[in-house]
């Protein structure tokens, strides 16, 4: 194969970033906007030893499940993959997506296991409730969005259909004042202009917002009539802050933020529990979809009251918090010093929570460290990141070997690596998968295990 070169090509399935991919003489080609089941005419544009990408040059046999998508930038912006699909062919798929990861990775696991239809939304549009928005500056106008895919080129996003409806609101005002007002923005290359991003994070159930400005310096020029202006955007607006990141670096946050006006934090529930999120305290994207996520981790850990829980990769602690009411004792621990301490504060403020606790380090170093004090959990609950869990973490759990253990994923790939060392003293029970990301590739599962007899 080399590129250039034109080839018919039958799309047999979804690949994990949400390409169309098809066999062409025994090689794997990737396709961007491809669809199971669609016959193409493609273009090769990358070849590489183990497989090629290409882009479609006709469709001589569509899907039925393929849809023109309705958002105006979808083919440039890249945030999105999956829009050109319906919404029950998106949850088909990201249930297959699992199930390719355990042939691959764990094939007896995906031979005797049940892999569960994916959990989807009512309306899987407008869930996001924070947008992180880089500005530029063209001639004199300012705008606002997301990177095209693979490209220094910022893409001017007026409305984002993933993100809720206020954010793409007060986005789209902010940076006009920003304009009005003539204040200088980061070019991405020199820290002599100041506004880099806007971020706008919403409390979906308590109405109430926060608006903050990432600067490359700390003086903010027009500051009281800038303040003022954004402050009549909308009055779900309660907190406006300033983020100082200095570096020349992709992350979007440095280290001093400073409140411009109002609130320190805005308030936010989910479920039954309340939260206060200040400018860089992570919090769920989609709470919507969270409380559904939530809510098959506690019914996966099956709870009697009598049991010791451990909320292993604890974050904020909102899982181990979800879990307290069935549980004797709740620990959590993370190597996120900022989130242990999220977490305390998070158990403090809430009723009912006086057995949740929160550790600072890692997780394997604490079970070992409780294992001999005579302290043993019964159920631990994990929700790592994409990298999976760490080896000694999992050597350490197959000698204390709790009774059940559930593990939350957002990487299938990951996740079956991790079920097959598991698998030599558990049982999988069930793989649950929950699309907590609509019209993207990504999907997580819920997966519960018991100790074999």
Known sequence: ???????????????????????????????????????????????????????????????????????????????????????????????????????KYAKEIAETTEIRPTIGMDNPWNYRNKSQFQVRKEGKRVYAGLFAEGTNELLNINDCLVQHPVTSKITVATRKILQKLNITIYDGKTLNDLVRTIVVRTGVRSGETQVCLVTTRHELPHKKELIER????????????????????????????????????????????????????????????????????KKAAALT????????YCGVGTIGMWLAEGAREVRGMDNVDEAIAD?????????????????????????????????????????????????????????????????????????????????????VEYIQPVDMFPQTAQVECVVKLTLKK
């Open 1 to 103: 194969m080399e590129v250039g070169q034109k080839f018919p090509l039958t799309i047999k399935r979804l690949g994990i970033n949400g390409e169309g991919v098809g066999f062409y003489k025994r090689n794997v080609v990737f396709v961007k906007g491809a669809i199971p089941g669609e016959e193409v005419t493609v273009k090769l544009t990358k070849v590489s030893p183990k497989f090629a990408e290409a882009e479609i040059m006709a469709i001589r046999k569509a899907s039925e499940f393929r849809q023109e998508a309705p958002c105006p930038v979808y083919s440039e912006c890249g945030g999105c993959q999956l829009q050109h699909m319906t919404y029950d062919a998106q949850l088909m798929n990201k249930r297959d997506i699992v199930v390719q990861a355990f042939e």
């Open 230 to 297: 954004i402050k009549k955007i909308d009055p779900s607006i309660v907190s406006i802050t300033q983020n100082v990141n200095r570096e020349k670096t992709s992350l979007i946050f440095g280290p001093d933020t400073y409140i411009l006006d109002g609130k320190e934090a805005i308030h936010e529930k989910l479920g039954e529990f309340a939260f206060d999120l200040s400018t860089r305290a992570f919090f769920q994207l989609n709470p919507e979809q969270t409380v559904h996520l939530y809510n098959e981790i």
């Open 305 to 312: 009251g009598k049991e010791n829980v451990v909320d292993a």
């Open 343 to 427: 977490a305390k504060y998070n158990a403090r403020t809430n009723e009912n929570l006086q057995h949740v606790r929160f550790f600072p380090g890692s997780a394997d170093k604490w079970l070992f460290r409780w294992s001999k004090e005579d302290y043993r959990p019964d159920v631990i609950c994990v929700d790592p990141p994409r990298t999976g869990l760490e080896p000694g973490f999992i050597r350490t759990v197959l000698k204390i070997k709790p009774k059940r253990f559930v593990y939350t994923s957002c990487n299938p790939s990951t996740l079956a690596r991790d079920l097959k060392e598991l698998s030599k003293a558990y049982n």
